[in-house]
Nanobody, 116 residues
């Protein structure tokens, strides 16, 4: 199964920025769609952002205008730039990749904590 690795989570103050990275590896012939999800303590996991085959990023309304998803095709990597962070953004952030059956997987998550 494809390996998915997230990084970049940290503790920041409200108004700050973080850049999360998601990298997929293991199958050089795979092409991926990328999804970011997050889960806060006591809450259900929610969609954050996606980059599908059309190359156009989409965002949840709660992060639209503050988060930007970009891709490095050569490295099977996406970057989630998060600006103007709010305490409500505190969560474990998970990257999911999707494609043909062998080109799917989830990462272990990276923690983002935003203090007021």
């Amino acid at each position: 199964q494809v390996q998915v690795t997230e990084s970049g989570g940290a503790s920041v103050q409200a108004g700050g920025s973080l850049n999360l990275t998601c990298r997929a590896s293991g199958y050089p012939f795979c092409t991926y769609e990328y999804f970011w999800h997050r889960q806060a303590p006591g809450k259900e996991r929610e969609f954050v952002s996606a980059l599908r085959d059309d190359g156009v990023p989409t965002y949840a309304p709660s992060v639209e205008g503050r988060f930007t998803l970009a891709q490095d095709n050569a490295k099977n990597t996406v970057f989630l730039q998060m600006n103007r962070l709010e305490p409500e953004d505190t969560a474990m952030y998970y990257c999911q990749v999707d494609g043909s059956p062998v080109c799917r997987g989830w990462g272990q998550g990276t923690q983002v904590t935003v203090s007021s």
